[in-house]
């Protein structure tokens, strides 16, 4: 019997795993500001005793003025409630991170409402860049048929946009199979 042959394992790359943080920072104001203006706008509603010119094109009488305040208070109480919902769901949103593996980037997506976590291959994403350009704030990253922003808002202190992008580039500049490459 000859010498057996020993498979080289291929050096598996460490995933790169980023908590992310939930934006608790733009939604927790703006339901305390539409939920101030909300209030502001019906006592507004319900004390009013003379009419309302806006800019000098628009005259309301008393009630008339009463009409606009209460739309504005039922508009506010409507943003207030969004900002609301969007507190929820990401309290219940529980593991909020973007992982970056060798063969493929997991990613949170969608709207607060809908929001979900998917998994793209690496070899599917087409590009991978940085916006605005100029003062980079989110990463957008093109798939096939989609594309998917990382705001820079959402990612913790030790990483900027710059370094993900850096990250991401650089998984993906590498062959699928480095293996492969060497011959074995």
Request: glycine residues 10%; contains cysteine; positive net charge.
């Amino acid at each position: 019997m000859g010498p057996e042959k020993t498979k080289r394992k291929k050096r598996s790359e460490p995933k790169i795993q980023i908590p992310l943080r939930k934006p608790y920072g733009q939604l927790v104001p703006g339901f305390v500001l539409f939920g101030a203006c909300a209030a502001f706008f019906f006592h507004r509603s319900s004390v009013n005793d003379r009419g309302l010119i806006l800019n000098g094109i628009l005259h309301f009488d008393p009630d008339g003025a009463d009409a606009f305040y209460a739309v504005l208070g039922v508009l506010s109480v409507g943003m207030s409630v969004m900002a609301l919902l969007g507190i929820v769901r990401f309290l219940q949103i529980e593991t909020f991170e973007l992982v970056l593996s060798a063969k493929s980037l997991s990613l949170p997506v969608g709207r607060p409402m809908s929001m979900r976590v998917i998994t793209v291959p690496v070899r599917d994403i087409v590009s991978v860049g940085l916006q605005p350009p100029g003062r980079p704030k989110s990463i957008v990253v093109q798939v096939q048929d989609n594309v998917y922003w990382i705001p820079g808002s959402w990612l913790p202190k030790e990483w900027t946009v710059q370094d993900l992008n850096a990250a991401l580039v650089e998984r993906l500049r590498r062959p699928e199979d480095e293996g492969a490459a060497e011959g074995g």
